[in-house]
């Protein structure tokens, strides 16, 4: 029987400028969704986009080749999809200066 996990890796937090999640781990799991979530309206400009990165420890990071958008409709989250991703998972990036956006991030996760 497969086993499904949602984490909540931000809930209700500000962020601008360096930027980056909680990170969880993950070994057990074969796909995650990542889902973000603007709760209120911003004005993002074109291009500010969150990484998904990966981690054997869970303290040394790097870039898993996945984006996701920041801003739309703060009704309707965004998501990736990921696979292949080893020990741990977070989201990280960098917000433009004057752009702050209140967020929720979670991580769908099936094994």
């Given at each position: ?48 986009t ?25 009704a ?28 929720v ?7």
């Open positions: 029987m497969r086993q499904s996990h949602t984490a909540v890796l931000a809930r209700n937090e500000s962020w601008s400028g360096e930027v980056a999640t909680e990170p969880f781990e993950v070994a057990w799991a074969t796909e995650a969704i990542v889902f973000l979530r603007v709760l209120e309206p911003v004005e993002v400009p074109d291009g500010v969150l990484r998904v990165q990966i981690s054997p420890d869970g303290m040394r990071w790097c870039d898993e080749g996945s984006v996701i958008a920041l801003g739309g409709d703060p309707v989250p965004t998501f990736v999809r990921v696979t292949h991703f080893g020990g741990w998972l977070r989201l990280a990036g960098t917000l433009t200066d004057g752009v702050e956006a209140k967020v991030a979670y991580l769908a996760l099936k094994g």
